[in-house]
């Protein structure tokens, strides 16, 4: 389909100059929570739409500035990064370039619009519980969450995450690969010599996504190992009380002022303020826990795979209802908690092609070996070689 800025929505604001820096390499796009020299950092939100500009580039912006990256805009976003859907009343909401009914996701939701409708060759979101690799699936993109504390966060909002990473949205699998080169400086691509160790998760999905995943990996993999993950949900709910008090401590003071926030976002400030001391804690013993037992499990693998999202993303009007965005991030928020890098694969499944995808999750710091997991697999496996992916 042919697309306009103005018709997706992707960008919350476009920049026709290049920073003072070259023009000549790749086209990016920045989410609105990243720091743009001179410009506004409103994080999606009209409570902050009026704030000061900011004062110097985030060093992720200095990062792909100096990789000769021309930056064409910031992108749109859902409120203040807490969000599935990237449904936004203040700023508006990303169009699914592909899947038009259905929601974008979130919280990353115009960079991967952008990247989906070709407006950029890559684009840079943050994913703090799923929010590039969730979006990246709902508009039929790849996706990537390196590892904790691999790209540095300096001038990304909120200043202070024990799980949010910035990370990439690209088309192709080499192109995000090239995107991660472009965002962290230490980034060596590499080449496997060998077919990867790859272990299948035992999760619980939609049987719509389930067995088209099934059915595609057994093509490539016909005898990968399958394990468990037994404290799975626990760690996404574990996920869920570390970014309710992370969020309450950055943004709380925008409830004290009656600030303008959406709805949505009130009423899960107001809801992550009540997370006591002892949740907190638990949350943290059950860091350790799941941490733990992804590292046993990378012992022994190269790479653990799981389904992306367990369901198909929701319509627009069917994500009006909380309980159907709920179990979005599922399989993606865990590894938010144990700091493993993780890579999303688009597919599409059943007779109206819909989005679906696969997730795979790398050792710590071995975040090009995932990359060249990820670019083995697409090259491999025929769900990705289909033509309108």
Not at 98 to 121: F, K, M, N, T, Y
Not at 193 to 205: F, N
Request: proline share 7%; hydrophobic share 45%; net charge negative.
């Amino acid at each position: 389909m042919t697309v306009t800025r103005q018709d997706i929505g992707a960008l919350a604001h476009t920049l026709d100059m290049d920073l003072g820096r070259s023009k000549a390499g790749l086209s990016v796009v920045i989410k609105d929570c990243i720091d743009i020299k001179d410009m506004v950092t409103a994080c999606g939100s009209a409570a902050l739409k009026d704030a000061a500009p900011a004062t110097q580039n985030a060093v992720v912006v200095e990062s792909v500035l100096s990789k000769n990256c021309k930056i064409i805009g910031k992108a749109n976003m859902h409120e203040l990064a807490y969000g599935v859907t990237g449904v936004n009343a203040a700023f508006g909401t990303p169009l699914n370039p592909r899947w038009p009914d259905r929601i974008p996701g979130g919280s990353s939701s115009g960079s991967a619009v952008a990247v989906a409708a070709e407006i950029c060759d890559f684009a840079v979101g943050t994913d703090t519980g799923g929010s590039v690799r969730q979006p990246a699936i709902c508009c039929g993109v790849y996706g990537i969450k390196p590892s904790f504390g691999r790209v540095s966060r300096k001038g990304c909002h909120p200043k202070d995450s024990s799980l949010d990473c910035v990370g990439v949205f690209a088309r192709t699998a080499q192109m995000l690969t090239q995107g991660m080169a472009a965002i962290d400086p230490t980034f060596t691509p590499t080449v496997l010599t060998t077919q990867p160790r790859l272990a299948r998760i035992k999760c619980d999905t939609d049987q719509s996504v389930g067995d088209p995943l099934i059915f595609a990996l057994m093509e490539i993999l016909p005898d990968a190992c399958s394990l468990e993950l037994p404290y799975m949900e626990a760690a996404f709910d574990a996920g869920m009380t570390v970014i309710g008090v992370e969020a309450a401590a950055a943004y709380g003071p925008l409830v004290d002022a009656n600030a303008p926030l959406g709805a949505d976002i009130l009423q899960r400030l107001i809801k992550a303020r009540n997370i006591t001391p002892e949740q907190l804690s638990a949350a943290e013993d059950m860091r350790d826990i799941f941490t733990q037992e992804v590292d046993a499990a990378l012992s022994t693998y190269d790479a653990l795979i799981t389904p992306a999202l367990p369901m198909i993303p929701p319509t627009l009007e069917a994500a009006k209802d909380p309980a159907a965005v709920l179990p979005l991030t599922k399989f993606l928020r865990p590894f938010n908690l144990s700091g493993h890098p993780a890579i999303v694969l688009p597919i599409t499944v059943g007779p109206d092609h819909l989005p679906a995808g696969i997730q795979i999750i790398g050792r710590k710091g071995e975040d090009a070996q995932l990359c060249a997991v990820a670019e083995w697999m697409a090259s491999t496996l025929p769900a990705f070689q289909q033509e309108d992916i």
